[in-house]
Structures are given as structure tokens and as C-alpha cells.
């Protein structure tokens, strides 16, 4: 069993930046690709980001490209996402997400472990 607790949400002005956390507990940590995702009020959960256990491979929704970076520490247990440029349509809580499938990990049906989550606010 694996607990992901996330960190480092907040409010922002437009334009701004922030970077969330996750850390995770347990042994196998690098075992596991991990993911962000977001969930907009009345909105359902999308994917934002997803890297593979060693970090050698990301992949990003087309609504984040280019202004968000995930990235994980090993040692650590932790996972990042740098969000930058933010917009008032990044609005949501972010999630993080563990899977032991990397390949399935743009949907939720791929996750097998949550986070609870972090808020992150912009305003215009």
C-alpha cells in the first residue's frame, strides 16, 4: 500500500508560478510512474502529467505543455510539478497519482493509489 500526501498549493495571481510536492510512503517508490492530476470545480478529474519510475520519460496534456514540469526525486520519494504561467483556468486541486503501468496512466481507471489533494487558486 502506498500513501501520497501533496503540498505546496496555494493562491497565485495570473502569470505566476508555484511547485507542488508529493511525498510517498513505502520502500518502492521508483517501482511506481507516477502522475498529476486536476479536478476543476464541477468538473470531472483530468490528467495533467505522468513520469516513469526512473524519471526517463514524461508526458504532458496539451493544455499544460510548455508552462508545467514534472519531476521526481528518488531518494526522496517525492514528486513534483513546477506550475508556471499560470492561468485562471488552472484553477483545481491537483492530484497525485501512483500506478504500477505507465502506459495507462492518462486515465483514472490507470491510477492505483491517490493523494488527497492540494487547492490551487488563480486569480485574474
Known amino acids: 500500500h502506498v500513501q501520497l500526501v501533496e503540498s505546496g498549493g496555494g493562491t497565485v495571481q495570473a502569470g505566476g508560478s508555484l511547485k507542488l510536492s508529493c511525498v510517498a510512503s513505502g520502500r518502492t517508490f521508483s517501482s511506481f510512474a507516477m502522475a498529476w492530476f486536476r479536478q476543476a470545480p464541477g468538473k470531472g478529474r483530468e490528467f495533467v502529467a505522468r513520469?516513469?519510475?526512473?524519471?526517463?520519460?514524461?508526458d504532458y496534456s496539451d493544455s499544460v505543455k510548455g508552462r508545467f514540469t514534472i519531476s521526481r526525486d528518488n531518494a526522496k520519494n517525492t514528486v513534483y510539478l513546477q506550475v508556471n504561467s499560470l492561468r485562471p483556468e488552472d484553477t483545481a486541486v491537483y492530484y497525485c497519482?501512483?500506478?504500477?503501468?505507465?502506459?495507462?496512466?492518462?486515465?483514472?481507471?490507470?491510477?492505483?493509489?491517490w493523494g488527497k489533494g492540494t487547492l490551487v487558486t488563480v486569480s485574474s
Open positions: 497519482a501512483a500506478s504500477s503501468t505507465y502506459t495507462i496512466m492518462r486515465t483514472t481507471r490507470g491510477i492505483d493509489y
Open positions: 513520469i516513469t519510475g526512473a524519471g526517463s520519460s514524461t
